[in-house]
Structures are given as structure tokens and as C-alpha cells.
């Protein structure tokens, strides 16, 4: 099985700041990578899937970047909605899931 | 657009079975996409259970595979899924997703909670 492992397990950051979450595969994945955002109460969200493609109707402010085994999700410019639950998902081989980083108001 | 909707017990019993519904709405599950399953036990992380294509193919998570068996049916524009012998760390949100390339899921469910208790 894959392990993914992100960090930080929580970060604050502040609106209008550009903040940076990682993601680390214990094996190469390529560039078989998602990233959900989870609110409180809510289903997860896909933000951005094979490591760089946007989902439809996801801001600009997201953007992902990585093959192999290191990932980052960028959020450029914090905004009030996007304080939640960031997860990292490998579907390279079967889907594993890492355990999350808190984004949270500073 | 595409709707996903979970139903079925929110309580089962040690050792029973946990029988969940996914209803989807606005897509043909006959077409081609898979559809899957994912927990999330309270506070924790996301689990993947399963995946199903309407073909029937299955695809289960090593660790649970003994006790998972997931159906469709193109009739209801459903798909389900069953576990046996079900523990506390059963317990979960339970989501029924689709996966369009068995990759990862564009399209979630409301969830739906499900406590394994006596």
C-alpha cells in the first residue's frame, strides 16, 4: 500500500497570504494525485486532480504542482472560504489517502 | 448535475450487517464511470472501500475485502453496499462517490452516518 503523509498536520494563515500544503507518496505515483477541501458537516470537495488540473469551477487561487512522490497545493491569496480540511489522494495504485492538513484562520 | 445520495440504517448492531443505498440522480449509472464508497470514521481520515463499474466488476480494499460485497443496479440507477460482521471501528461517515476512470471521485454524497453499537 501507499502511504501518503502531508504536512503541516495544521497551519494559520491569514486572508490575502499565499500558503503552501504538502504531500509526500511513500512510492512514485506520477501524477495520479488529487486534492479535496473538507468543511465542517461537508462532503470533500475535488480541487485539483492529476497533480495540476483545476476542477470545474475551482478558483484560480488553487494550484497544484508535483510528480512522483512530492506535492504542494498553493493557495494564493486566502480567502474567508477557504479555511477547512485539505486532504491529498494518490489513485495510482488502488487509493490512499493522506491524513489531512487544517487550514485555519490566524 | 449530477446528485449522489446515501440511505439506510444510521445504527447497526456488533456483528451484523451494515446495508447501505447510493440513489444517483442525473447521470445513467449504465454509463461508463465507475462508482465507490468511502468512510470516514469520526474525526479521522478518508478510507476508500470499494469501487463498482455497472458492469458489475469489483474492486475492494485489501483489509475489508472478506467482509465487502457492493452491487449496482441499472434498473433503480442505484449501487450498494454491504458489510458483515461489523465492529466499532465500523462506525463512519459513510459517502457513495463516483470515479469516473476509477481514479479519484469527482462527485460525493451528502454522507451518512452509520454507529455500530448494541
Known amino acids: 500500500e501507499i502511504a501518503m503523509t502531508q504536512s503541516p498536520a495544521s497551519l494559520s494563515g491569514s486572508p490575502g497570504e499565499k500558503i503552501t500544503l504538502s504531500c509526500r507518496a511513500s512510492?512514485?505515483?506520477?501524477?495520479?494525485l488529487v486534492w479535496y477541501q473538507q468543511k465542517p458537516g461537508q462532503a470533500p470537495r475535488p480541487l485539483i486532480y492529476?497533480?495540476?488540473t483545476r476542477a470545474t469551477g475551482v478558483p484560480a487561487r488553487f494550484s497544484g504542482s508535483g510528480s512522483g512522490t512530492e506535492f504542494t497545493l498553493t493557495i494564493s491569496g486566502l480567502q474567508s472560504e477557504d479555511f477547512a480540511v485539505y486532504y491529498c489522494?494518490?489513485?495510482?495504485?488502488?487509493?490512499?489517502f493522506g491524513q489531512g492538513t487544517k487550514l485555519e484562520i490566524k | 448535475q449530477v446528485q449522489l445520495q446515501e440511505s439506510g440504517p444510521g445504527l447497526v448492531k456488533p456483528s451484523e450487517t451494515l446495508s447501505l443505498t447510493c440513489t444517483v440522480s442525473?447521470?445513467?449509472?449504465?454509463?461508463?464511470?465507475?462508482w465507490g464508497w468511502i468512510r470516514q470514521a469520526p474525526g479521522l481520515g478518508l478510507e476508500w472501500i470499494g469501487t463498482?463499474?455497472?458492469?458489475?466488476?469489483?474492486d475492494y480494499n485489501s483489509p475489508l475485502k472478506s467482509r465487502v460485497t457492493m452491487l449496482v443496479d441499472t434498473s433503480k440507477n442505484q449501487f450498494s453496499l454491504k458489510i458483515r460482521s461489523v465492529i466499532a471501528a465500523d462506525t463512519a461517515v459513510f459517502y457513495c462517490?463516483?470515479?469516473?476512470?476509477?481514479?479519484?471521485?469527482?462527485?460525493w454524497g451528502q454522507g451518512i452516518l452509520v454507529t455500530v453499537s448494541s
Open positions: 512510492q512514485s505515483v506520477s501524477s495520479s
Open positions: 489522494q494518490q489513485y495510482h495504485n488502488w487509493f490512499s
Open positions: 462517490v463516483r470515479a469516473p476512470n476509477a481514479d479519484y471521485a469527482d462527485y
Open positions: 463498482i463499474h455497472h458492469s458489475g466488476s469489483t
Open positions: 492529476d497533480a495540476s
Open positions: 442525473g447521470y445513467s449509472i449504465s454509463s461508463d464511470s465507475y
